[in-house]
């Protein structure tokens, strides 16, 4: 079977047009792993970019990578009509059996249902629902992606939707809709290290810095548990842009935190490096006000890491009859402070015995053969 797999090139994401070797999100990344196992699937992962770019011609022996070349007229301002165009052009010259958009966050989605060719998508953000929530203004970016993505599920002939909470967003608008979670990275299954964790507890949190996943309202939960006494730290990692008031705000309350020694905030930081950090710490807290899925709570359990987070989303599926994690009510901040105290308070152990349930759910080869299944089912309805 030759599929076609249309994901946004990291290099484009951060303009980063110097790198000689595409990089990709989380999810996408995870399923071509698992793709990499199945030699029965022929892989064209297409990736746009405004820039020509040196790229290797593969990324295993059975997945080819193409840049796809698209001025700046051809993005946003023109609802991606240049990705579509270009895309196209290039499958021709593939002829997949079938084509699969990453996201409707951008041009992967509206490229492969104008393709002309058996096409899904997978939705990985809900950017309909993200634009309701934010009261999206006319014109800005949430607004016109809530409105692509309208228009591509009415088109697809098919989407995968990475939870419950997804599926109920997505199915009066699709044809067709199955429930496949978003597999995890093949390194976050790999032996932990031997090193010894320190005796005060570390809790990791990771994601952008924004409104969205909370981290300044964390801040400000973990300033009233230091008051009590608890020997702990917070370790948050991932990007704040200070044009950003939110992270702007993070960033100056972190400084008083770091100083106290109750937080810390690690940046950005490479998977390797994400991994020693979660095999060094006790617990994951995640506390978002939306997710579609959560990728790093199913990461965090990988790595025998007790979770707090919040019972919304993808969390929830993810969560169902995990051992240890415990979820609390979107706005419960009370419950969240006390169950994180008095975990701390009993030696905050770790949770081992989920990291087994989270190979058998979301390894990237249970994952991608998943995948062909679905590619199968779509192509004999089809034909």
């Avoid at 595409?22 to 792993?33: D, W």
């Amino acid at each position: 079977m030759k599929v076609a797999i249309i994901t946004t090139d990291n290099r484009q994401h951060y303009y980063d047009y110097g790198a000689t070797a595409p990089t990709f999100g989380a999810a996408p990344e995870a399923l071509l792993q698992g793709l990499a196992r199945l030699p029965e699937a022929e892989v064209h992962v297409l990736g746009c970019t405004m820039k020509p770019m040196k790229s290797p011609e593969k990324l295993a022996d059975n997945i080819w990578f193409h840049s796809v070349y698209v001025p700046k007229i051809g993005w946003m301002r023109t609802s991606y009509q240049g990705c579509i165009r270009s895309v196209r052009r290039k499958l021709k010259t593939i002829h997949p059996d079938i084509v699969h958009g990453q996201g409707t966050e951008r041009e992967c989605a509206l490229s492969a249902v104008f393709s002309r060719f058996p096409n899904v998508l997978t939705i990985h953000g809900n950017m309909t629902e993200l634009a309701r929530l934010f009261n999206a203004r006319f014109g800005n970016y949430l607004w016109l992606a809530g409105q692509l993505e309208n228009i591509a599920l009415g088109r697809a002939g098919g989407v995968f939707c990475n939870s419950e909470y997804t599926a109920n967003l997505v199915k009066p608008r699709a044809r067709r809709t199955w429930m496949v979670a978003n597999a995890i990275r093949k390194e976050f299954f790999e032996t932990a290290s031997a090193e010894p964790r320190p005796d005060k507890c570390v809790l990791v949190n990771i994601g952008v810095i924004t409104e969205r996943k909370r981290q300044l309202e964390l801040l400000e939960m973990a300033g009233r548990l230091h008051e009590q006494g608890l020997n702990f730290e917070i370790q948050f990692i991932g990007q704040a842009e200070a044009q950003s008031p939110y992270a702007a705000k993070f960033l100056e309350l972190i400084r008083m935190a770091e100083a106290k020694g109750y937080a810390r905030h690690l940046g950005v930081k490479p998977v390797g490096e994400v991994i020693e950090c979660l095999d060094k710490a006790h617990g994951l807290l995640h506390f978002p006000m939306e997710e579609a899925f959560g990728l790093v709570v199913a990461e965090g359990m990988a790595r025998k890491l007790k979770f707090f987070g919040a019972r919304l989303g993808g969390i929830k599926d993810i969560c169902a009859d995990a051992p240890g994690a415990e979820l609390f009510a979107v706005d419960d901040w009370t419950g969240l402070a006390e169950g994180i105290a008095g975990w701390i308070r009993s030696g905050h152990p770790r949770t081992p015995a989920a990291a087994e349930l989270m190979r058998a759910r979301y390894h990237p080869e249970v994952i991608a053969k998943r995948h062909l299944e679905i590619y199968r089912e779509v192509l004999s309805k089809d034909s």
